[in-house]
Every structure is written in C-alpha cells, then in structure tokens.
C-alpha cells in the first residue's frame, strides 16, 4: 500500500510540475556564481575584461530518478570602457531546463547589455550605479506521449497504458522575454565591498499555452545584495541574500560564506570558502515553509572559481526523499588583461 502510494504521489508530482507552466522560473542555489541569470545589471561588472561562466543543477534525483530535473546555463560577458571611469557591459546566456517524465523542456537563448555609471569616489573607494537589460527568445517543449493521465488509472492505484489519456495539440512553441535591472555597488577596498539591485523580469508576459488558450508567464520581481569583507589577516565573511516574487510564489535564500585566503601572501584571488544557506518559501494559502538548507564551498584561484552545493530538503516531502534535494556545480573562468583604469568590483 506505501509503494503505490508513493507511485501514485510521483506521477501527481510530476505531472503538475510539466503542466503548471506558470510556476517559478528556473533557479540556481549558487546564485551568485551565475550573475546573468541574477540579474542584467551584473553583466560586465567583474575585476577582469571578460568571463565566462557554466552552472548545472540536478534536482529531485531521490523521487524521480532518470525522470530528475536538470538545469544548466552557460553565459559570456565582458566590459567596454567608456570615457574616463564609466563601462558598458555585454553578454550572452544560453540556458536549458528538462523536468519530469514528461521531458517539460525550455530553452533560452538571451542577449545582455548594461552601463556603469561612477557616482562617486576612485579606484580602490567608489560607488557604481549600473542599469541593464536582456533580451531572449524561449522554447517550450513537451513529450505528451510520456504523461499518465487519471483515465488511465486502472481503478486499484495501477497505471494501464492501454487505457485512453488525453492529447496536447501543441507540444511546442516560441516566445520572446524583456527583462530589465538595476545595481548599486560600493568598493570601500580591494579586499570590501558591498551591492544591492533588482530585476522585473518577463515584462512582456509572453503566452505559455500549449492549447489555444491565453495564459501570460507571470512576470518576476527579483531583489538581492551581498559583499565580502575581511574581519582578520586571512579570514573574511560574504554574506548573501536573494528574494524571488513571481505570481503567487515567493522564495528567500540567505546565508553566509566563510572566506579563507591562501598562501603566504593576502592574494584575493586565491581563497577557499565554505557557506551554509537556507532556502525559505511559501506554501500558497498556507503560510510559509523551510524548504532547504544548502551547504556550499567555493575555491578561487587565479581567475577560475569553482564552486559546489547540496540541498538538503527540509520540507514535507522530507519522508519521500530523505532529505536528498539537488546538487549544483558552478565554474568561472576570467580573462583579465591589462586594464589602467576602472574600480575594483564585487567577487561575482
């Protein structure tokens, strides 16, 4: 009786996440390591001249097993002086989702600007306000011939392929996505520093129907600040927040990094950093929820970073997964060369 259960919660689980297409965006618990997807502000604000960044995540391998989320994103993005102290910023992302039985997929390819403009201060002390914008073109998929339907349900909690389901007329289709956002980051010196910004993202709203109905994504509100600032010789904390609000659902993940700096000398690009995060939510007409705890670490050295991160799940589905939540794997790469002017950035 618990295994068809629990059969029986899966494939709910699974079919409303494939066809609740508009639930919450994709998301990165290591979202600092993945500033395009955070916010088009944060294109082209970095210490080096250009970076490149991969993320991957996979998530709820315990419950669905080969059916898992996966997630992966792959960005660029460098800076243009312009004048004395300012610098636009460009970039390009290209990420992909696929979830559940039903292979729900999406894919984006988008394309990112900003301008820096210095408000104050010099180089190793000063205050940058930065405004950027992104533009994407989406496609959503979905392998219907994958999905079991309730008509197929064989009346004793067994799933009877032969029985009738029920068929989606468009199993894909495109759409473009406007987002835009703002930064505000203050060096007080190479080694402290402190930001906060916002995005509205999906202000078009784009249609995400797979039939002939109207159903517009719901557009997202995204607020984040952080830093990083040495309390000892070799020891320095970064602390981090990010909230989510799209539609109904809200998310909060806060937590804090603990820095370690390398070697002989106070080099800030060779560090090792642990962190421990958690991950609030909402039930929706039900309050709110813990819904993760995250341990983190991250190793800078030269101009890679490497990062990695565990959920460990601590909401109600805590007895079908025991505690297993997703895994996410992170890498930087920096091309720095050299460069006479500019001002020390925040650690992205």
């Not at 991969?54 to 315990?62: I, L």
């Amino acid at each position: 009786m618990k295994k068809t259960t629990l059969h029986i919660f899966t494939l709910c689980f699974v079919m409303l996440s494939a066809l609740s297409v508009k639930a919450q965006d994709i998301h990165f618990s290591q979202f600092y390591q993945s500033p395009l997807n955070l916010n088009p502000a944060l294109t082209g604000v970095m210490n080096c001249n250009q970076r490149m960044v991969v993320n991957y995540r996979n998530q709820w391998a315990s419950i669905l097993k080969n059916n898992a989320y996966n997630t992966y994103s792959a960005s660029y993005d460098q800076k243009i002086p312009a004048g004395r102290y300012d610098y636009f910023g460009v970039g390009g992302t290209l990420w992909g989702d696929k979830a559940g039985a039903s292979e729900f997929a999406t894919i984006q390819a988008r394309l990112s600007g900003s301008y820096a403009k210095k408000m104050g201060g010099y180089r190793k002390k000063a205050h940058y306000l930065v405004l950027g914008a992104d533009l994407g073109v989406s496609n959503r998929s979905i392998k219907s011939y994958n999905l079991q339907w309730p008509s197929q349900n064989n009346g004793n909690g067994v799933f009877d392929p032969s029985k009738p389901g029920e068929d989606i007329l468009d199993p894909s289709f495109l759409f473009m996505d406007i987002s835009a956002g703002a930064l505000w980051f203050s060096v007080l010196s190479k080694e402290s520093n402190f930001y906060f910004g916002g995005a509205f993202s999906h202000l078009n709203r784009a249609n995400q129907s797979f039939e002939n109905a109207n159903i517009p994504l719901y557009s997202k509100f995204t607020f984040h600040g952080g830093g990083e600032f040495m309390v000892a010789q070799k020891f320095g904390l970064a602390p981090g927040v990010v909230s989510y609000i799209q539609g109904p659902s809200w998310q909060v993940n806060v937590g804090n990094s603990f820095k370690f700096l390398l070697g002989n000398s106070r080099r800030y690009n060779q560090a090792f950093q642990l962190g421990l995060w958690a991950r609030l939510a909402n039930r929706l007409n039900d309050g709110k929820l813990m819904d993760a705890v995250i341990v983190s670490t991250r190793f800078d050295y030269e101009q890679f970073t490497i990062g990695f991160s565990y959920d460990i799940n601590a909401s109600s589905l805590f007895p079908a997964t025991n505690g297993n939540g997703s895994f996410e794997f992170s890498m930087v790469y920096k091309i720095c060369g050299p460069e006479r002017r500019g001002v020390y950035c925040p650690n992205f």
